[in-house]
T-cell receptor
Framework: AQSVTQLGSHVSVSEGALVLLRCNYS??????LFWYVQYPNQGLQLLLK??????LVKGINGFEAEFKKSETSFHLTKPSAHMSDAAEYFC????????????FGAGTRLAVHP | DGGITQSPKYLFRKEGQNVTLSCEQN?????MYWYRQDPGQGLRLIYY???????QKGDIAEGYSVSREKKESFPLTVTSAQKNPTAFYLC?????????????FGSGTRLTVV
């Protein structure tokens, strides 16, 4: 069965610093991978997704993620953090060729300080 | 604009009561999903529906019920059998039940037992 592990439930960075949020997945078949962002008391918004095309995926708000099969990872990065990036981020996986049922990681809360 | 509407945004339930959370989408999506979110636990799947008049249990279906009589509507009832219903509930939809389509989320309903 597929699963997702997000390393670090809380990450804190300075404004302007690199953002790195880690996600590792487990899947017996090629996966589809997603990153979502959630602001307080709101739903989730799709940041980006990997569906077996380019391994480096660019998303909204300057975020990108790289699919590394050898490391079973899909880490999310942003070169320069902004105060508005403070939110909770979720990595999710589903199986290619299977039912579109997303499995979510536990989430990483990103804090950005001046 | 197309999207998913969840109502109410806040809901209070007395012990022993059933309550129904509304979820309506005008995206013409086939599949719909209900997730429960608790702090530090990510999102857990309650029920999902791939097509009208069909639905399946997710990982934590006990104490919940759903219906899918119309394509655009997927209400969730939290019954008195659910022992710990206080949580944030998220409804989502996707174009199809298979494939690497991401989800579109509603803005959530926060349910509190009083």
């Amino acid at each position: 069965a597929q699963s997702v592990t997000q390393l670090g439930s809380h990450v804190s960075v300075s404004e302007g610093a690199l953002v790195l949020l880690r996600c590792n997945y487990s899947s017996s078949v090629p996966p589809y991978l997603f990153w979502y962002v959630q602001y307080p008391n709101q739903g989730l918004q799709l940041l980006l997704k990997y569906t077996s095309a380019a391994t480096l995926v660019k998303g909204i708000n300057g975020f990108e993620a790289e699919f590394k099969k050898s490391e079973t990872s899909f880490h999310l990065t942003k070169p320069s953090a902004h105060m508005s990036d403070a939110a909770e981020y979720f990595c999710a996986v589903t199986l290619s060729g299977g039912y579109n049922k997303l499995i979510f990681g536990a989430g990483t809360r990103l804090a950005v300080h001046p | 604009d197309g999207g998913i509407t969840q109502s109410p945004k806040y809901l209070f339930r007395k012990e022993g009561q059933n309550v129904t959370l509304s979820c309506e989408q005008n995206l013409n999506h086939d599949a719909m999903y209900w997730y429960r979110q608790d702090p530090g636990q990510g999102l857990r799947l309650i029920y999902y529906s791939q097509i009208v008049n069909d639905f399946q249990k997710g990982d934590i279906a006990e104490g919940y019920s759903v219906s899918r009589e119309k394509k655009e509507s997927f209400p969730l009832t939290v019954t008195s059998a659910q022992k710990n219903p206080t949580a944030f509930y998220l409804c989502a939809s996707s174009i199809q039940a298979t494939g690497g389509y991401g989800y579109t989320f509603g803005s959530g309903t926060r349910l509190t037992v009083v």
